[in-house]
T-cell receptor
Framework: DVKVTQSSRYLVKRTGEKVFLECVQD?????MFWYRQDPGLGLRLIYF???????EKGDIPEGYSVSREKKERFSLILESASTNQTSMYLC???????????????FGEGSRLTVL | KNEVEQSPQNLTAQEGEFITINCSYS?????LHWLQQHPGGGIVSLFM?????KKHGRLIATINIQEKHSSLHITASHPRDSAVYIC???????????WGAGTKLIIKP
């Protein structure tokens, strides 16, 4: 079974703190994603990576950065957390999207971040 | 205008009822995903389809590419089916995923 593991289910941080959210997948997937999910807004893409050291901005990258030094690991970094970054963060992975291979999505359990 | 529209937004039904959730989209796609999210839980992929129909247990997903429409059906619904069901499409132009807002389903015993 594909497993996508997020490092923390619940975090509480203070405004201005640096926050690391880690995601690890064990199926050699090329694609990895970071989403945030807020009530009434659905899933919004923060960043996407299609290969090691490659990253693409999603719809809401401001205030976030990412790192993908190894294929299995995709980290989301909040350099200076703010209260409006309180949210559920979801990591996902898939095989590369190409033609007939359209990549089933596998999600982690989510990390609920509260910034005070 | 959203490129992926789901309906209804909320649906409450009695156990045993046949459930239909709809997804309409306005872009060219390579594939359409149906996913399920239980309260407080992660998201699980149910189906990925690009044509026709797929069935898994009591769940059936259909897609009509010409009409740009997909439906997710649940037969003999059960309270454990209560969840948010999300439709997402993979655009064929740039492989971008576009997400629907989700349909919250509650099945009452």
């Amino acid at each position: 079974d594909v497993k996508v593991t997020q490092s923390s289910r619940y975090l509480v941080k203070r405004t201005g703190e640096k926050v690391f959210l880690e995601c690890v997948q064990d199926m050699d997937h090329e694609n990895m994603f970071w989403y945030r999910q807020d009530p009434g807004l659905g899933l919004r893409l923060i960043y996407f990576s299609y290969d090691v050291k490659m990253k693409e901005k999603g719809d809401i990258p401001e205030g976030y950065s990412v790192s993908r030094e190894k294929k299995e690991r995709f980290s989301l970094i909040l350099e200076s957390a703010s209260t409006n970054q309180t949210s559920m963060y979801l990591c996902a992975s898939s095989l590369e999207f190409s033609g007939a291979n359209t990549g089933e999505l596998f999600f982690g359990e989510g990390s609920r971040l509260t910034v005070l | 205008k959203n490129e992926v529209e789901q309906s209804p937004q909320n649906l409450t039904a009695q156990e045993g009822e046949f459930i239909t959730i709809n997804c309409s989209y306005s872009v060219g796609i390579s594939a359409l995903h149906w996913l399920q999210q239980h309260p407080g839980g992660g998201i699980v992929s149910l189906f990925m389809l690009s044509s026709g129909k797929k069935k898994h247990g009591r769940l059936i997903a259909t897609i009509n590419i010409q009409e740009k429409h997909s439906s997710l059906h649940i037969t003999a619904s059960h309270p454990r089916d209560s969840a948010v069901y999300i439709c997402a499409v993979l655009m064929d132009s740039n492989y971008q995923l576009i997400w629907g807002a989700g349909t919250k389903l509650i099945i009452k015993p």
